[in-house]
């Protein structure tokens, strides 16, 4: 790598103290008032806010076996307009990452890539199917070096191959991430199970097949001392047995989406498939209890569930329409918007939601670091008084299913950088990386 030499000038370091970086060698090699400006490319930043590169625990990446969806390299792009420098590739690909053979390739994407760490994840059982355990040992000793494993899209719904996925990761601490969904009470399912549900005359989703799988679950954590990391909580009684079990001591984190925190099922009424989404949006009152979950620390991170899908999956029927939404170039201004802008979080809590506890939680090296000197210099630079406009046209996605076309947004990201290197400079995503 050749020694560039970079100064990010006047920026406020987790929207406090104004401040010089200068990046150097893939580090952060200063900070201070007042940087010498002599051989180095300057950026000015000022007015902007500074925060350690973000991690997302939760993409789908869609290749191997999709790739007209979304592609390792295209969601690297998006992810780092989006101020992202690590993302989770989660195991539902075709073929299954259930092996190590498969999360090697997936990595190797990610690093062919340049843009950003792909850190696989591995499949808990042989093909998603929940029954045989995959090859747990051969993906944590790969190259991968995988300690995140999830059936995610799947829950892992019998109890007893649960319990054995915790207690084979205990080895190397690992953490399982379940889809907490009851598949017996979800059978047919398409949207949250209540008022409008009921309006609408679409097949409802209960909030217990969600948080009886996270009692369960939390309690198997706890018998056999092991790690849980619960996916996409949506409900406000899913919140409250956390907090239990966080209160008792329990190993368990969990994450929340971007949409959960913003959106509810009352968009259903619209029949636009665009927010038919996995779990399902919920009402009001889990809006709130997540947020507040999340500032608070019940809830520990946001991951994306960054979920693209061709035209042909998703613009169909309601009813036929696949699930999900794409997430990851929103991210960011949605949590300015129901976190930073009601003084839910200040940027100190944007920076440990969104980078440092993910990455603590996947145990991801070099990642999620604070910004100090000798740090890797993973960052991202936001201007939060800048509004955008979501265009789905303008996504660097493959896929368009945003659900927020047509938002007015609330935070630019301006710069990313990933090793020491821009890779994006005025919002645009500069594809010639020097390696
Ligand atoms: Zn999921």
Redesign the pocket.
């Known amino acids: 790598m050749t020694n560039q030499r970079y100064l990010l000038k006047g920026g406020n370091r987790l929207g406090t103290t104004q401040t010089d970086i200068l990046i150097s060698n893939g580090r952060i090699e200063n900070i201070g008032v007042g940087l010498d400006q002599n051989n180095v490319t300057v950026f000015d930043v000022s007015g902007s806010v500074i925060l350690p590169g973000l991690v997302d625990l939760h993409t789908h990446l869609r290749e191997p076996g999709r790739e007209d969806s979304e592609t390792v390299l295209t969601a690297s792009r998006a992810g780092v307009k989006g101020g992202f420098t690590a993302l989770s590739a989660m195991a539902n690909t075709s073929p299954t990452a259930d092996t190590a053979g498969v999360v090697e390739q997936v990595f190797r994407l990610g690093q062919e890539a340049g843009f950003l760490d792909v850190f696989p994840i591995g499949a808990v059982t042989q093909g998603l199917k929940g029954e045989q355990l995959s090859e747990i040992g051969a993906m944590a000793d790969s190259l991968a070096r995988v300690r995140v494993f999830s059936d995610?899209?799947n829950c892992v719904s019998d109890p007893l191959v649960m319990r054995r996925a915790l207690e084979y990761i205990k080895k190397f601490d690992g953490v399982i991430a379940q889809?907490a969904q009851e598949p017996r009470l979800t059978v047919g399912a398409q949207m949250n199970e209540g008022s409008v549900s009921a309006i609408l005359g679409l097949k409802g989703w209960p909030a217990i097949a969600e948080e009886a799988i996270i009692a369960r679950d939390v309690l198997l954590a706890d018998h056999v001392q092991s790690r849980l990391h619960v996916?996409?909580v949506t409900t406000a009684g899913g919140v409250e047995i956390i907090r239990w079990a966080k209160a008792r001591g329990i190993q368990v984190s969990a994450e929340v989406t971007p949409h959960h925190l913003l959106l509810t099922d009352d968009l259903a009424s619209t029949y636009d498939p665009v927010f038919k989404v996995?779990?399902p949006l919920r009402t009001t009152k889990d809006v709130m209890a997540l947020r507040e979950a999340l500032s608070d620390g019940t809830i520990d991170i946001v991951a994306t569930?960054h979920a693209p899908h061709s035209s042909e999956t998703k613009d169909c029927e309601w009813q036929e329409a696949a699930f999900g939404m794409i997430g990851l170039e929103s991210a960011l201004s949605i949590v300015n918007k129901t976190m930073v802008q009601t003084a839910l979080l200040d940027w100190a809590g944007v920076a440990d939601r969104l980078s440092i506890a993910p990455a603590r939680i996947g145990r991801y090296q070099e990642q999620g670091q604070k910004i100090v000197v000798g740090a890797p210099a993973h960052i991202t630079v936001i201007n939060p008084t800048l509004n955008w406009i979501v265009d789905r046209d303008l996504v660097l996605s493959k896929s368009r299913n945003t659900p927020y076309h047509g938002y007015e947004l609330p935070g630019l990201v301006t710069h990313t950088f990933f090793r020491g290197q821009p890779v994006v400079i005025d919002s645009v995503v500069i594809d010639k990386v020097a390696k």
């Open positions: 995610d899209g889809h996916c996409h996995n779990p569930d």
